[in-house]
């Protein structure tokens, strides 16, 4: 397979299309040789609507399983009664058959290679599980862990799932998560990654009223103005999502904190 020389990296879209939109619009992305999609791309407010948007992209996007779109998937076919996230068995009862075989069909990783970069892997949460957590603070060993199995030929590794984009090294592999572009944790804004022959993590403005307007007229989930205000208007911080997620990656919680839920 030739070099690509640019990637657009989108992650977690959570189906909010007015950020999905957004971000499709910059002129680098739309340049992108590739628009890869490390997954959670459905489980949210405009799952139909987002899932159409992206199939009409065709063979320039790349697609990967997040542990969302599998859930949902599980849920529609009977192998689950609940998902964690709320909206999630909402948003599930929305798609079609043809949006659920999609889902059903997409890969855990790829790897592409990259000008400037190598081999790259792309995959969800980690190279080996689409739901366990990594994070830009943790431990050398747990990324030792998570990193283990990987080709030694591959020197970044691109993921998503915690919402929060950094770029760090973990024994001499590059890391990129490129944030969430529906439902960003630490600031506003759809978060996403141009790769090649760089990283350059990227945020695109998304007018917060508009998009809550938006989804409050265009969604029918029964709490869409409470997400949309929660996740659009004033998402949780970096050091909620951190303390949130932090237990999941085999830290201590701090002591008598309270954090908001992160999904």
Same mark, same amino acid.
């Given at each position: 397979m030739p070099n690509h020389r640019t990637v657009a990296v989108l992650s977690d879209v959570h189906g909010v299309l007015p950020a999905l939109e957004a971000v499709l619009d910059e002129p680098d992305v739309r340049a992108a040789d590739r628009i890869v999609l490390t997954g959670d791309i459905a489980a949210g407010p405009q799952p139909a609507e987002v899932l159409d948007l992206l199939t009409g992209l065709g063979d320039r996007a790349l697609w990967i399983a997040g542990n969302a779109d599998r859930e949902l998937v599980e849920y529609r076919r009977g192998q689950r009664d609940a998902i964690p996230d709320?909206?999630?068995?909402?948003? @599930?009862?929305?798609?079609?058959?043809?949006?659920?075989? =999609?889902?059903?069909?997409? %890969?855990?990783?790829?790897?592409?290679? !990259?000008?400037?970069?190598?081999?790259?892997?792309?995959?969800? @949460?980690?190279?080996?599980?689409?739901?366990?957590?990594? =994070?830009?603070?943790?431990? %050398?060993?747990?990324?030792?862990?998570? !990193?283990a199995g990987v080709d030694p030929a591959v020197r970044t590794v691109v993921l998503g799932h915690t919402h929060m984009p950094f770029v760090r090294l973990a024994h001499g592999r590059l890391v990129v998560n490129p944030g969430s572009v529906g439902m960003p944790y630490g600031r506003p804004g759809a978060h996403w990654a141009l790769l090649g022959p760089g990283v350059a993590l990227r945020t695109t403005d998304v007018d917060a009223d508009a998009a809550v307007a938006r989804l409050t007229g265009d969604s029918a989930y029964p709490g869409i103005a409470g997400w949309a205000d929660a996740y659009l208007r004033t998402p949780p911080t970096d050091a909620d999502a951190l303390a949130a997620f932090g237990p999941r990656d085999g830290r201590t919680a701090p002591p008598d904190r309270e954090t908001r839920t992160c999904h």
């Open positions: 709320p909206i999630a068995p909402w948003a @599930a009862e929305q798609l079609r058959e043809d949006h659920l075989d =999609l889902l059903a069909a997409l %890969p855990l990783s790829l790897t592409l290679p !990259l000008d400037g970069l190598g081999e790259v892997l792309f995959c969800h @949460a980690t190279p080996r599980d689409d739901e366990e957590t990594v =994070l830009v603070d943790s431990r %050398p060993d747990r990324w030792q862990e998570v !990193l």
